[in-house]
């Protein structure tokens, strides 16, 4: 599976921000798709976890209730809408895809290059 995200870009605290990640190659070995991030200087981080079939989601706690993730998949495409970030959000955001559902950062695979989202206050 190769994963391409995009969407970033800088957004005022408030605002809002959908991020993609487009799948291509995928396989019925492909379970789940789940958004982390990594800001400067700290450890990459699990932010949300969605099945593709859309039985499950997890959010992190810290954005619960803030951001929604969607599979679609017709589209082979995950989304990550982002409604009042705060400057705490700002990071590079990857996408990855894991064989069952999880939601530890070391189970997923086929990470994307990641997408930079800046929030301003």
């Known amino acids: 599976v190769q994963l391409q995200a995009s969407g970033g870009g800088l957004v005022q605290a408030g605002g809002s921000l959908r991020l993609s990640c487009a799948a291509s190659g995928r396989t019925f070995s492909s379970a789940v798709m789940g958004w982390f991030r990594q800001a400067p200087g700290k450890e990459r981080e699990s932010v949300a976890a969605?099945?593709?079939?859309?039985?499950?989601?997890w959010y992190a706690d810290s954005v619960n209730g803030r951001f929604t993730i969607s599979a679609d998949n017709a589209k082979n495409t995950v989304y990550l809408l982002m409604n009042s970030p705060k400057p705490e959000d700002t990071a590079v955001y990857y996408c990855?895809?894991?064989?069952?559902?999880?939601?530890?950062?070391?189970?997923?695979?086929?990470w994307g290059q990641g997408t930079l989202v800046t929030v301003s206050s």
């Open positions: 969605v099945s593709w079939i859309g039985a499950s989601a």
């Open positions: 990855a895809e894991a064989p069952i559902w999880t939601t530890l950062t070391t189970d997923f695979n086929s």
